[in-house]
């Protein structure tokens, strides 16, 4: 069992930074792959990024090529999410996930999942 809880959110204005952390439980963090995942009202769930268990490997959604970052510390069971250059288009609350299969952009590949962080940008 993995237990996930997402911080970082907030209010941020058009152009701005935020940083996304998700802390994970468990001994076994470094053996699963992690995800972001966003959720805009009245839309559903989209792949944002995804990092390989060793941090070697990463892939993001065009939407947020160049702009975002993720990457994960093992030693303290965290993975992060570097939004830079943020639009009001990168609202929407920001999910975490896991599991042990490889990067997977659909929202079944993954079976741990944490509660959300709401990220607003204005403009």
């Known amino acids: 069992q993995v237990q996930l809880v997402e911080s970082g959110g907030g209010l941020v204005q058009a152009g701005g930074s935020l940083r996304l952390s998700c802390a994970a439980s468990g001994r076994t963090f470094s053996s699963y792959v992690m995800a972001w995942f966003r959720q805009a009202p009245g839309k559903g769930r989209e792949f944002v990024a995804g990092?390989?268990?060793?941090?070697?490997?990463?892939y993001y959604a065009d939407s947020v090529k160049g702009r975002f970052t993720i990457s994960r510390d093992n030693a303290k069971n965290t993975v992060y999410l570097q939004m830079n250059n943020l639009k009001p288009e990168d609202t929407a609350v920001y999910y975490c996930?896991?599991?042990?299969?490889?990067?997977?952009?659909?929202?079944?590949?993954?079976?741990?999942w944490g509660q959300g962080t709401q990220v607003t940008v204005s403009s």
């Open positions: 996930a896991s599991d042990r299969q490889g990067i997977l952009t659909g929202v079944r590949g993954y079976a741990y």
């Open positions: 990092i390989s268990w060793s941090g070697a490997n990463t």
